[in-house]
């Protein structure tokens, strides 16, 4: 189950509200072992894309690099698909490298009301998991 | 000519759970052979075909490979490799 606070879920819709039609994505840090999302970071979508979605390289060296400094870990990785439902697609099956993250896939497709979900992805099994929102 | 890589979470199974482990070599592909001599199966997860994988980001101090040869790129003693998952997908 994804435990995360109101706010943090918000800051992930706003952001990938804002960057439709392209796909937004990003992390939320928080500390080794604690399984918190607490730390929410806006990463570019390098590839600008309605249908497609990769961190910059070089911005994900820094963040990963703060994060290791801090003793931080990616808790949760979430990216939006913007004109399908919010489960992952194969690429991103293909591509899950942090068996330990959370990942949130946010839908944009209908204009009012979003939709938002949680999985693990392990050695390319999907798990979908509850999302336990609390009010901040 | 030693360097030190740093291992990401998902390749740890090969290094016996080490976050970071030392090689030797002048370019990365020699760097991730030898890396395969000592921890086997981590080739095959970061090369395909005779070039870098797709599915990970490889940095020879902060430069991104990618933009500085590839497995040609040249690495000096001292230098740190750091291994990431490309974060990506549909």
């Known amino acids: ?19 439709h039609p392209d796909e937004a994505c990003g992390v939320i840090a928080g500390p080794y072992g604690s399984d918190r999302p607490e730390r929410f970071i806006e990463m570019e979508n390098a590839e600008r894309s309605p249908t497609f979605y990769r961190f910059d ?55 009012d009301e979003h939709e938002l979900r949680s999985y693990r ?16 | 000519m030693a360097v030190t890589v740093s291992i990401p979470t998902i390749l740890r199974t090969h290094t016996g759970g080490e976050k ?15 890396l395969e001599n000592n ?4 080739k095959a997860r970061l090369v395909k075909e005779g070039t870098l994988h797709r599915f990970v980001n490889v940095y020879v101090n902060d430069e991104d490979v990618r933009f500085s040869g590839g497995l040609a790129a040249e ?16």
């Open chain 1, 121 to 136: 992805i392990v050695d390319g099994v999907v798990t979908e998991e509850p999302v336990k929102i609390i009010e901040s």
């Open chain 2, 39 to 42: 921890h086997g199966g981590l």
């Open chain 1, 1 to 19: 189950m994804l435990v995360i606070r109101r706010d943090l879920v918000d800051a992930m819709v706003a952001h990938a509200r804002r960057d």
């Open chain 1, 57 to 111: 390289a070089a911005e994900q060296l820094k963040v990963w690099r703060e994060m290791d400094a801090n003793d931080e870990v990616p808790v949760v990785i979430y990216h939006s698909h913007t004109a399908t439902e919010a489960y992952p697609s194969r690429t991103d099956i293909s591509f899950a490298g942090e068996p330990e993250a959370h990942y949130v896939l946010v839908s944009t497709r209908d204009p």
């Open chain 2, 75 to 90: 690495v000096k003693d001292g230098d740190n490799v750091t291994i990431l998952p490309a974060v990506a997908g549909g």
């Open chain 2, 20 to 34: 970071s482990v030392s090689a030797s070599g002048t370019t990365l592909a020699e760097i991730i052979d030898d």
